[in-house]
């Protein structure tokens, strides 16, 4: 994976970001990445172990602002969406709790399982990082095919029996809240996941051309759309303002206030070619309620 010489003896992480430095090639973050591969001598677990920590601490350092935003009305209620609902101590420790249960229970498994169906699928994890437009190109392509799969999913989810044994857990908050984006049935959480994680597997089983890398960088950018999705905050800045057809928080917090329409997860063009854009902007565009 790299071009140096390891001393004899075991060695902290440290020293192996430094024995990595002895191949000038490798960038810094290669060079991290190189000892943490090195460090565990076992990439199942290496794999799971980066994969479970970055997604924990995306997922509740993401989480964090929005809390402070919650515990702070005088100077952030002017930002909320619905705001005369705001969780209280309770519901956020709620969350946090179910979501921990869900992480460990459901996630951690899976993404124990991940490098295997990684080798299968031809999914590369040794050095080098492919080239930056590479990496965003393909970015891009699961952004797109994610938010189909979301849409058609989601609106069958809310099909009377789908909806009463799968995802009726998700709407217990009609004003949704940051922690909210992983509050779901263990059913959900598995079947909206394979949106996320199939476009890279099933796009390196075909090319043999999806690092690694590339598939973190996309579950962080998903898990930070899906949290800022559910934050109730829309700020002047807020990504919808400079990109036309990105959903953002304005539009899902539609979807838990109205329940219906709004079936999209990044994106708004299914919702609008499919006439189920939510509230009064489906109104206006002639969309019929939902039902």
């Not at 492919?130 to 069958?156: C, G, K, M, N």
């Not at 857990?169 to 940051?178: D, E, L, R, V």
Request: overall charge neutral; hydrophobic content about 45%.
């Amino acid at each position: 994976m790299a071009n140096v010489t390891l001393p004899s003896g075991s060695l902290s992480y440290p020293e192996l970001v430094h024995v990595a430095k002895q191949d000038p090639s490798l960038s810094w973050p290669e060079q991290l990445w190189w000892a943490h591969y090195t460090f565990w001598n076992n990439d199942v677990l290496a794999t799971g172990v980066m994969t479970f920590l970055a997604h924990e601490l995306i997922y509740f350092g993401r989480c964090l602002p929005w809390i402070v935003a919650d515990a702070c009305p005088s100077v952030f209620r002017r930002f909320k969406i619905q705001d005369q609902k705001s969780p209280s101590v309770n519901d956020q420790w709620t969350c946090v709790k179910y979501i921990l249960a869900i992480h460990f229970i459901v996630e951690l498994p899976l993404i124990v399982l991940f490098h295997p169906m990684m080798e299968v699928c031809h999914v590369q994890y040794t050095l080098p990082f492919p080239e930056l437009s590479l990496f965003a190109t393909q970015i891009a392509i699961f952004f797109f095919v994610e938010d189909t799969y979301h849409y058609w999913l989601h609106r069958a989810m809310h099909w009377g029996p789908l909806y009463r044994s799968v995802h009726r857990i998700h709407h217990q908050y009609s004003a949704p809240f940051g922690l909210t984006a992983e509050y779901a049935s263990p059913a959900e959480t598995f079947l909206l996941g394979l949106g996320t994680i199939c476009p890279p597997l099933v796009l390196g089983y075909f090319t043999g051309n999806v690092h690694l890398i590339t598939v973190l960088g996309w579950m962080a950018l998903r898990q930070l759309q899906a949290i800022d999705a559910h934050s109730g905050y829309d700020f002047p800045w807020s990504l919808r303002r400079i990109i036309p057809f990105w959903g953002g928080s304005s539009w899902h917090d539609d979807h838990h206030r109205y329940f219906r329409g709004n079936y999209s997860s990044s994106f708004t063009h299914w919702d609008v070619l499919m006439g189920t854009v939510a509230g009064p902007r489906g109104k206006a565009m002639g969309h019929k309620k939902q039902r």
